[in-house]
Nanobody, 125 residues
Framework: VQLQASGGGLVQAGDSLRLSCAAS????????MGWFRQAPGKEREFVAG????????FFADSVKGRFTISRDGAKKMVYLQMNSLKPEDTAVYYC???????????????????WGEGTLVTVSS
């Protein structure tokens, strides 16, 4: 599976932004998908995850109620809709895939199997 994230940019606090992740590979539909981010000087952290069917989602506490994650199996795309952005959301965002179905929160914490290149999101105050 190859992954390519896009959609980052410079926005103001309170704005919205949608990140996209394009996937290749026949097994995309069987993988859980996640978004992670890494802010300057910090470790990479989990942001959101979605199960293979799209029926189960997980979010970090810091983004709950502001971010949503979705996937389109036909297009092999995963999206991260980010609303009410804050300066602390500034980071490089990565999409990733796990060979597990992604129905458990732990599926996203034990190490993902595939990573895409990141896209930078900068939120100004």
């Amino acid at each position: 599976v190859q992954l390519q994230a896009s959609g980052g940019g410079l926005v103001q606090a309170g704005d919205s932004l949608r990140l996209s992740c394009a996937a290749s590979g026949r097994t995309f539909g069987a993988y859980g998908m996640g978004w992670f981010r890494q802010a300057p000087g910090k470790e990479r952290e989990f942001v959101a995850g979605i199960s293979w069917s799209g029926g189960t989602t997980f979010f970090a506490d810091s983004v709950k109620g502001r971010f949503t994650i979705s996937r389109d199996g036909a297009k092999k795309m995963v999206y991260l809709q980010m609303n009410s952005l804050k300066p602390e959301d500034t980071a490089v965002y990565y999409c990733a895939a796990t060979k597990s179905l992604g129905v458990n929160y732990s599926d996203y914490l034990g190490g993902m199997d595939y990573w895409g290149e990141g896209t930078l999101v900068t939120v100004s105050s």
